[in-house]
Each structure stands twice: as structure tokens, then as C-alpha cells.
């Protein structure tokens, strides 16, 4: 069984993460180009958080993510201007509501059914396909494959009372959400939830033998991660300024998140924002080479998966421990070795 | 109403390209089978085998025939050639993890075909061999959809003669069934699990070749085609050959109707759905 994290270590990490979160951009104010990338990191962020938990955790491959996190936003853009008329603020929680409904009824139906890490993967990339079709295809309400103009959230004038861009203010929101997702992910991990999950990924017929309800824990695994890509889908319209079907499909979104995860570390804390920032860093490396972009990508990812399997979080932590333990040795007790 | 003729005329269509899903969704199915690894590539391979042929028939002007054949055959080479490195490494590991390692190995090769392919082939291209329409009883089909499904149906049978057949295809069943007792009696799965590889390669290839004669494909197709195999074959259920072969060919017909009477998108929306109602109904028999 792996070591679950210590939620005071964690948050203090959080903390650090936060700070230099809300630092970087302040190198870029100027640079638009780079605000939007730095845009685009914190929303897959959010997005790998998400699938950390449904994933990582709990054994679910949810590869409709492209579809939660479009469903979220049209809900939220679609009511918020066609039907209801009221702040998009106010339809965020609803939008998310919605995604994560749909994964907790997806997690719901898988655990029932007792569907294993493959079936969940290719039951969920069908949803994706049908929904991606829908969305595209029900013109009248989603503007079809030419988007769908979203007003936004306001951000813009809030900018130019600080005297930055919209780009800026984005920049500080996703932050205040990814950290927010990250105590949120702190909190269930390092409770009973975690228990119960690292149980259940174990043995699930020795966990329901001792009481633990899996259906139950799956079920809130996939509503809190599909809510939380719901989030990240949402944001990806406010960056945008458009629900465009195309930003929303399996390949922009599905197959990037899962390698950001992978590439971070998988079950741990800051693997999915490490895991983002290095994917996009790879992606601007690449960018010169132009046309074969592609290929190095794919390249890149076959080397990573076969060599690198645990991601850069361990490394990471082994060396911050190293630093640690040569400057002080831990008294034994309060040492976790676990940042 | 559609004239009779009309839908007997497209149901073929759907054949062919039921035939032709059913190829790669069997491609998929014997690799999981024999070594847990879904093959995330096998459309690229299929692709692979087009661009091949219209390369070489084309740009190095070659006869249809022998760019077919080597089209299909640099195919089988680079299925060597992977088998040799990416699975080898693949097949270290065990378990969920050989499941993971697999999908995703196979999905990198994915993005890493398309990417380079891309940058030599940018546009669609048809392998129109200019057969002409057959006029059966009144009823007129492309002579190329005759050609795809009676290929494509030698080739199934051809599988299906050499798993039954041969000594190698009862040795590949074997391990199919039960690994521990193939080794017991002297069969070495790895050697096993390269055969059928290249096999399911070289299947997809010939897939790929025999269906650019009846359509136009591109680079970007191969990402669809691997997803419709993956759906035959989990839809056939994962382990079933037969199943596989036969929810192939049910699906192109399905396909191909609904895309007939009531268009693209809603076509595609009852495609998939109907897969994840199956997925959901199906007794489920392990994985």
C-alpha cells in the first residue's frame, strides 16, 4: 500500500505551489502570447486534477473529458444567455453540477455493472463521440461547428481598472481555482475517502467485505472529478470567448490530459499541475520544428511511458527530500519523506 | 419512399464497410487476446497501407498490383519493426500494467505515424482502380464495393482457416485460452504474440489498400477507423474472434443506413450510443 499524504505537508506544499503560481505571470504581464499559454497550463490543470481522482484513484478512465468539460460550458453559456439571462458567475456551480452529474452517473452505472478500467474507457470514449456529435450537431441551440459566442465572464473591465489585460486577471482566477482544487483534492485523499479508495483500487471484493461501500465511493470519485473537468471546460470558454466543439474533442482534450497525468505522476498530489506545466513546456520547445511537432510529440510520449512510467513526481520528491535531509536530519516521528 | 433497389444498393455499401471494420476490429482482438496489449495504432496501420499503395503507384509508378502488395508488405515491415522494440519492452510488464503501458505505447505510436505522415501526404486520396458499376438484377453497385467485401472476405475466412487450421493458429488459441498451459506444452507465447502481431498488421494493411479503392481517405482518417475497431471489437466482445467479425459487419450496415436515411451527425449519435447500450447490457464476462 502506498504511504497516503499528510494534509498538513500537503497544504503547506499547496501554499508554496500558490505563491509560485500567483509569481510566474507577473514575468509575462506584458506578453499575451505567453498569458494565454500560461492560461491554457491552469486549465488543463484543473482538468488533470479531475482526472487524477476519477483515474488515479479510483480505477475509472474517464475518456469523455472533452465532453464533460464541453457540456459544462454550453449548460452554463446556453442558459446564461439564451435562457435564463442571468450572470454566468451564478450558472458556474451549475454547469459544473451538470458534468459532474453525468460522471456520477456514468461511475454509478460502471460500478454497478462492475465494468473494469477497459470497459469504463471505451464505454466513456462512445459518450464522448455521441455528445461531440451533438454538440455539432444540435445547430440551433449550440451554433453547431462554428461555436457558440460566450460574452464572458466580465474579466476585461476588471482588467483595465488594474491596467492589465483580460489574459492577466484569468491568470488569477485559474489560480485561485486550481488551488482551490488542490485542498479539495488534499481533503478527500488524506481522509476516509483515501482510505477507502487505496482499499478498493487493492482488492474491491475484500473492500466490500469489510464495509466499504464501493459503488457509493466510485460514484463520488466521478461526480467530483467530472465536476472539476466541468470547471476546466468552463474556463476553456471564458479563455476563448467561444464554445467551440473543436477545443472540446477527444484529442485536444482526452489524450493531452491523460498524458500531463502520466507525465506528473499519477495519484500524487502535484503530478497533474507538474504534469500540465511540462507537457506545455514540451509543446513551446517543440514549436519551432513546425510541421513535425506531431510526431515528436508522439515520439516523446512513447519514450516517456516506457521509461518514465512513475513520472516527474517521485523524482521531484526525492530530491526535495535529499535538499532536506542534508541540511537537517528529521528527528524520527515527524519525518513523512512525503512532500 | 426509397426504391428497393436503392437500399439493396446501399446495404452492400454497408458491407464493405463492415468488412472492412471487421478486419481491424479482428487486428485488435487476436493482440489483446494473445498479449493484453490493445493495439491504439491498428487505423494508422490501415492508413499506413493506403498511402503506401498510392505512393507507389502513383510517384514510383508502379502497376496497381504489385503497389498493393508492396504497400501492404512495408506494412508488415514496420509491424516487424515495432513488435521487435515498442511491444518488447511493452511485454515486460504485466497485469493492469501491460494493459496501461499497451494503450498508451500504442497511442504515442499513434500521434507519432500520423504526425510524420502528415508532412507527406496533407491532402485525401482514393486508390480508384476505375472498376465499373455492376448491374445485378436491375440493382447498380460499385464494382469497388464487390471488391472490398470479397477480398476482405478471403482474408477473414484465411484467419480464421489458419487459427483452426494450422499448428501455429492452435498454438496461438492456446495461449488465447490459458498461458501457464501453452508453456507447459512448449509453446513460447512471445514467439506467438509477434506471428499474430505482423499478422494484424498486415491484415489492417491489406484493410487499408482494398479500401481506398472504394473511398477517399486521409491521414486523419486513421485516428476514426481505430476507434470503430476498437468499438467491433469491445462491442464483439474483447476475446471472441466470431463476435468481433460479426459486430463489424453489423455495424458498417447500421452505419451506413443511418447515414443514408437521416444523416451524418444523428447517424453517429445512435452509432455510439448503441455501442455503450451494448456495453452495458452484455453479460459481462471478465475483461
Redesign the interface.
Known sequence: MTSLPLPRTERTWTGVMAVVLALAPLFVLESTTYLRLYNQFLIFALLAIGLNIAFGHTDQLFLFMGALAGGAAYVMAVLSQDVLGISPWLLIPVGMAASGVLGALVSW?SAK???????I???T???Q??LT??Y??LRSITGGSTGYSFGGLGLDSIGSMLGVNRFAVLSYLLILFVVLAQLVYVRLIAGKYGLAFEAIREDDLAAASIGIDVVRYKTVAGFLAAALIGLGGIMMAEFQGTVLPGDYGF?AID?MV?IML?VGGIRTTFGPVVGAAVVFAIEELLSPVG????????????VL??YF?EGMMPVLSDAIDRLRDGNEPPSAGTSDGHP | MVATNTLIAVGIDGIAYGMFLALLGVGITLVFGLGEV?NLAIGMFAILGTLMAHYLSTAVGLGSVPAFILGVGLVGVLGVAVDRT?LS??YRSDG?ER???G???T??????????L??FFPSRYSLSLGLPRVNVIGITIPGSSLLVIAVSAVVLVALFAFLRGTFLGKAARTVFQDEVGALLIGVDPRRIRAIVFVLATIVAGIAGVVYGTSATLGVTSG?QFT?FA??VS?VGG?RSIEGTAIAGILLGIVATYANFFIGA??A??I???T??II??VRP?VG?
Do not use: D, K
Open positions: 452505472v455493472r462492475n465494468l473494469g478500467v477497459i470497459l474507457s471505451i464505454l470514449l462512445n459518450l463521440l455521441a456529435e451533438a455539432v450537431g484529442a489524450v491523460l502520466i510541421q513535425w511537432e506531431t510526431a515528436i510529440f508522439g515520439a516523446l510520449l512513447i511511458f516506457l512510467r | 490493445l515498442l519492452l511493452v493492469e494493459i496501461l503501458l494503450i498508451f505505447v497511442l504515442g505510436l499513434s500521434i507519432l505515424l500520423e504526425g510524420t502528415t508532412n485516428f476507434i476498437l468499438i469491445i474483447i451527425y444523428l453517429s449519435i452509432l455510439f450510443m455501442a455503450v456495453l452495458l459481462v475483461e
